[in-house]
């Protein structure tokens, strides 16, 4: 049996950065201007207007600056409680994302990605990316 | 050379109405708008065919909702523009509705906001760009995730940013136009429902209906009209940006804010400590204490003290949100920024009753939206 596909492959790939090789990289970009961003887009540049963006692999660390237990939630694709966090990454851009599992994470921790398994809409293991304190 | 309003014709709001914010309810949207307009005819004491122009904020009713609603009045042939502008559609309506009499195109214009809950699509979602956590967040979480950051970087604790939503369910239970017009104990407020974070529901602004309206004139509108110019409330300043690429990505809101509000005092000639009352987007509690450090009121991290103090009470030295604001008056989207327009001429006319904040003679009104948008208003009597 094959290893599960990423559930959002634009966003993330398994390999890591060239600056930290293991943790799973985020897939941004970068523009003439010095402007980083997440996630990677090609319409444009938000900072300077510039067109024909490159492709940057984020390194897959960062800092916490906040988080917050959702007890509530509307969508029907995810069961509440569960945990979400602003990460300051090391390459600059700041990120929303989900925190792994019940970690508990504070801000000013150091945090990293790591693939954890899903069930997608269709019912199918996938690996979908979480940050979680960097031990 | 670009000009702000202030350096065009003078205007005036001359007439306000509402129709109370209400959670969902069998009555029609076009009661809920005809309900307001009416109110601000009378209240400027004229009538509907002197209104020249139209301006309806609405964010969730389907296009072209302002006809159906202003045809009951007398069909006028009058221009109607719709504004959707998000949580601001009624501050923009109100911005637009002032430019055009302070141009010169007319004399009288009315802005109307109006909504009821409805499924809310944003077009951010078709953008193709992913998110990593797009299905996971919320607005009360974002909120939620501002409120643990502030929390952490001003070392203060999450019940005491709850004490916003204990005054403004207080001044909420003044207001016979408020959703929610019950006070609250601190403890009421933080056993609630749990949302978010820290947040709980009564920390929330309720989903809702309503709708509010302002007329709009200029001086030669008040005199050939016979409108009462003793009642009549000066837009001193008018301010409209959206965000930009900044630095603290998360807290855009804010910046924006403090972006918004900066250009509107330069256009108004005041200082924020100047102020009386404030009315702001206090859809979550943690909204109002990063919006009156973002606008000045206050010192950064000063909030929760001037709070504590209760400087922000009705009596106090600036009152914020004295209409109840979004926690206790409610958001019903289209009339909100309009609705704050209302209540702080109410306040600046000195009739705002058991709500009123005494020697009141300069307002502000500030709406944030989606995108994000920002508008702030200064009002002087």
């Given at each position: 049996?094959?290893?599960?596909?990423?559930?959002?492959?634009?966003?993330?790939?398994?390999?890591?950065?060239?600056?930290?090789?293991?943790?799973?990289?985020?897939?941004?970009?970068?523009?003439?201007?010095?402007?980083?961003?997440?996630?990677?887009?090609?319409?444009?540049?938000?900072?300077?207007?510039?067109?024909?963006?490159?492709?940057?692999?984020?390194?897959?660390?960062g800092?916490?600056?906040?988080?917050?237990?959702?007890?509530?939630?509307?969508?029907?694709?995810?069961?509440?409680?569960?945990?979400?966090?602003?990460?300051?990454?090391?390459?600059?851009?700041?990120?929303?994302?989900?925190?792994?599992?019940?970690?508990?994470?504070?801000?000013?921790d150091?945090?990293?990605?790591?693939?954890?398994?899903?069930?997608?809409?269709?019912?199918?293991?996938?690996?979908?990316?979480?940050?979680?304190?960097?031990? | 050379?670009?000009?702000?309003?202030?350096?065009?014709?003078?205007?005036?709001?001359?007439?306000?109405?509402?129709?109370?914010?209400?959670?969902?309810?069998?009555?029609?949207?076009?009661?809920?708008?005809?309900?307001?307009?009416?109110?601000?005819?009378?209240?400027?004491?004229?009538?509907?065919?002197?209104?020249?122009?139209?301006?309806?904020?609405?964010?969730?009713?389907?296009?072209?909702?302002?006809?159906?609603i202003?045809?009951?009045?007398?069909?006028?042939?009058?221009?109607?523009?719709?504004?959707?502008?998000?949580?601001a559609?009624?501050?923009?309506?109100?911005?637009?509705?002032?430019?055009?009499?302070?141009?010169?195109?007319?004399?009288?214009?009315?802005?109307?906001?109006?909504?009821?809950?409805?499924?809310?699509?944003?077009?951010?979602?078709?953008?193709?760009?992913?998110?990593?956590?797009?299905?996971?967040?919320?607005?009360?979480?974002?909120?939620?995730?501002?409120?643990?950051?502030?929390?952490?970087?001003?070392?203060?604790?999450?019940?005491?940013?709850?004490?916003?939503?204990?005054?403004?369910?207080?001044?909420?239970?003044?207001?016979?136009?408020?959703?929610h017009?019950?006070?609250?104990?601190?403890d009421?407020?933080?056993?609630?429902?749990?949302?978010?974070?820290?947040?709980?529901?009564?920390?929330?602004?309720?989903?809702?209906?309503?709708?509010?309206?302002?007329?709009?004139?200029?001086?030669?509108?008040?005199?050939?009209?016979?409108?009462?110019?003793?009642?009549?409330?000066?837009?001193?300043?008018?301010?409209?940006?959206?965000?930009?690429?900044n630095?603290?990505?998360?807290?855009?809101?804010?910046?924006?804010?403090?972006?918004?509000?900066e250009?509107?005092?330069?256009?108004?000639?005041?200082?924020?400590?100047?102020?009386?009352?404030?009315?702001?987007?206090?859809?979550?509690?943690v909204?109002?204490?990063?919006?009156?450090?973002?606008?000045?009121?206050?010192?950064?991290?000063?909030?929760?003290?001037?709070?504590?103090?209760?400087?922000?009470?009705?009596?106090?030295?600036?009152?914020?949100?004295p209409?109840?604001?979004?926690?206790?008056?409610?958001?019903?989207?289209?009339?909100?920024?309009?609705?704050?327009?209302?209540?702080?001429?109410?306040?600046?006319?000195?009739?705002?009753?058991?709500?009123?904040?005494?020697?009141?003679?300069?307002?502000?009104?500030?709406?944030?939206?989606?995108?994000?948008?920002?508008?702030?208003?200064i009002?002087?009597k």
């Amino acid at each position: 049996m094959s290893s599960p596909t990423l559930l959002k492959p634009t966003l993330y790939r398994a390999q890591g950065s060239e600056d930290d090789p293991h943790h799973p990289a985020l897939l941004g970009g970068a523009c003439e201007c010095g402007y980083v961003f997440f996630p990677l887009r090609s319409y444009g540049c938000e900072r300077c207007g510039r067109v024909g963006l490159e492709p940057r692999a984020l390194s897959g660390r960062g800092k916490l600056i906040a988080s917050a237990r959702v007890h509530l939630h509307g969508g029907k694709t995810r069961q509440a409680p569960f945990t979400v966090g602003s990460v300051t990454l090391d390459d600059g851009p700041i990120v929303r994302t989900l925190i792994a599992g019940d970690d508990v994470a504070l801000p000013g921790d150091r945090m990293v990605t790591t693939l954890v398994p899903v069930t997608d809409a269709e019912g199918a293991e996938r690996l979908d990316l979480r940050f979680t304190p960097q031990r | 050379m670009s000009k702000p309003l202030k350096d065009l014709r003078p205007v005036y709001v001359v007439g306000i109405g509402l129709h109370r914010y209400q959670f969902l309810s069998n009555t029609t949207y076009i009661d809920l708008g005809l309900t307001a307009v009416r109110a601000a005819l009378a209240d400027a004491n004229i009538e509907w065919p002197t209104v020249e122009s139209a301006y309806v904020g609405r964010a969730l009713l389907p296009m072209a909702c302002g006809r159906p609603i202003l045809r009951h009045l007398g069909a006028t042939g009058i221009p109607i523009v719709h504004v959707e502008n998000a949580s601001a559609s009624g501050s923009a309506a109100f911005r637009h509705a002032c430019i055009e009499v302070a141009s010169g195109l007319t004399e009288v214009s009315l802005a109307l906001g109006v909504d009821k809950p409805m499924m809310i699509a944003r077009s951010e979602g078709l953008s193709g760009i992913g998110n990593l956590a797009d299905d996971a967040i919320a607005p009360f979480t974002h909120f939620a995730l501002l409120a643990d950051q502030y929390a952490s970087q001003y070392h203060v604790r999450h019940e005491d940013i709850a004490l916003v939503a204990v005054k403004n369910h207080r001044n909420g239970s003044k207001n016979p136009f408020a959703q929610h017009q019950k006070e609250r104990t601190l403890d009421e407020i933080l056993g609630g429902k749990k949302i978010a974070g820290t947040l709980t529901s009564l920390q929330c602004t309720p989903v809702g209906e309503g709708a509010a309206a302002v007329i709009v004139a200029s001086e030669g509108g008040i005199k050939r009209l016979g409108i009462d110019a003793s009642r009549a409330v000066r837009v001193a300043a008018s301010a409209g940006r959206s965000q930009k690429v900044n630095t603290d990505a998360t807290r855009y809101d804010a910046v924006l804010t403090k972006e918004t509000a900066e250009i509107a005092f330069r256009e108004g000639g005041i200082s924020p400590r100047e102020l009386d009352i404030v009315e702001l987007h206090d859809a979550f509690t943690v909204e109002e204490i990063e919006y009156v450090e973002a606008m000045g009121i206050c010192g950064d991290g000063e909030a929760i003290l001037r709070l504590k103090d209760g400087e922000f009470d009705i009596g106090g030295r600036c009152a914020v949100s004295p209409s109840g604001g979004l926690i206790s008056m409610g958001h019903p989207i289209g009339p909100t920024g309009l609705g704050q327009i209302v209540e702080i001429a109410r306040q600046l006319r000195g009739e705002a009753g058991p709500r009123q904040h005494p020697n009141t003679r300069t307002g502000l009104a500030h709406m944030v939206g989606v995108g994000a948008v920002c508008y702030v208003h200064i009002l002087q009597k």
